[in-house]
């Protein structure tokens, strides 16, 4: 008993903010799904967390294999990285961070400019994690609803701005509705003169990018990552291209070692393997519009068009729930919101053409 009153005084230390904080919702390990459906992981259909299914390069698995120093720290200045991303995208290393998932860069970027009871705008809905880490760092956040296409409310984000405004998320293509932020739109709101931190996790499926403009604005970043396109999201590796005044003081903040030496081999044989890796992209972008029009066949789905590596659907007949735990079941596992702006939503990952088939004709058998 003494031990119990000892936790609940320590409870009452924890920064207030903390404690009223939603946890962030992950997906779930394969091994947990092949358990849930009662199958083999590999049997698993995994439709769910926006991953690339062929995998990571070849060269990868060779050089993690190879490597012999796994007891040495790794650079902590990411001196080789960051040539060789700023060599891929087309700047200086100057300009680049790598963090442990574009996660950690989210979090470091507000721990830079966020004090207590600053404002964060999250144009809804979107990625989870920019008012999650928003409400670590202290911060609040100031939802605007997108219209009923997905597009960023322009007006009224502007409308929003205030003194205590510091930092504009906006996702390009967006998670989870696949559309890109119209350039427009985004320069007129770069043009404000607040923070706007564009996270293009998966630009590389859209062949969009605002990349050219960073040299233009000092008050625009953005976010990357080898996780979707590269197939190295269990490596954790992303990166931001910042104005390098930035970039130095988020080098300054991040944990010394932040990219695992198993992580940095990783991105450095990815990139070595840029045409290969391209061709596993091409291969999931010619895969899209075949599940799109696959899913519009589907009468109780709604699919929206997407720039991304997954499709949004909105289910007409009120049964998203009973739809995704029918898939689980067989062992197809796609995303499923159970939220107010999403609620009767899911969303699926384009996969190779035989998960296509699978998840199709399971669908089907829906009626």
Known sequence: MKGWETISAIEKRIR?????????????????????????????????????PYGCSPRVLQALARYPYYHIYPDPDQRELRKAVAKYIGTTPESIVLGAGSDELIDLILRLFLDPGDKVINCVPTFGMYPF????????????????????????????????????????????????????????????????????????????????????????????????????????????????KIANHIMKIKPPYNINAAAQIAVMESLSDIEYLRGRVQAIVDERPRLFRL???????????????????????????????????????????????????????????????ALIEALKKMG
């Open 133 to 244: 880490n928003t409400g670590i760092c202290g911060g609040e956040v100031t939802t605007i609803l997108r219209d009923e296409d997905y597009e960023v409310d322009v007006p009224a984000v502007k409308a929003a701005i205030d003194k205590r405004t510091k930092v504009l998320f906006l996702a390009s293509p967006n998670n989870p509705s696949g559309n890109i932020t119209v350039p427009d739109d985004l320069r007129e709101l770069v043009e404000t003169g607040i923070l706007v931190v564009v996270d293009e996790a998966y630009a590389e499926f859209s062949g969009f990018s605002v990349i050219p403009w960073v040299s233009r604005y000092e008050n625009l970043i953005i976010l990357r990552t080898f996780s979707k396109w590269a197939g190295l999201a269990g490596m954790r590796v992303g990166y931001g291209l910042f104005p390098p």
């Open 16 to 52: 207030r903010h903390l404690k009223k904080l939603e946890p962030y919702v992950p997906i779930v390990p394969v091994d947990v799904l092949a358990e849930k459906a009662g199958i083999s992981p590999d049997k698993v259909i995994k439709l769910d967390g926006n991953e690339n």
């Open 295 to 357: 899913l519009r066949s589907i009468a109780f789905l709604e699919p929206f068009p997407s720039d991304a590596n997954f499709i949004l659907c909105r289910v007409l007949d009120n049964r998203a729930k009973q739809i995704y735990d029918s898939l689980a079941k067989q062992g197809i596992f796609i995303r499923y919101f159970d939220t107010p702006l999403l609620r009767d939503f899911i969303r699926i990952s384009v996969g190779k053409p035989e998960h296509t088939d």
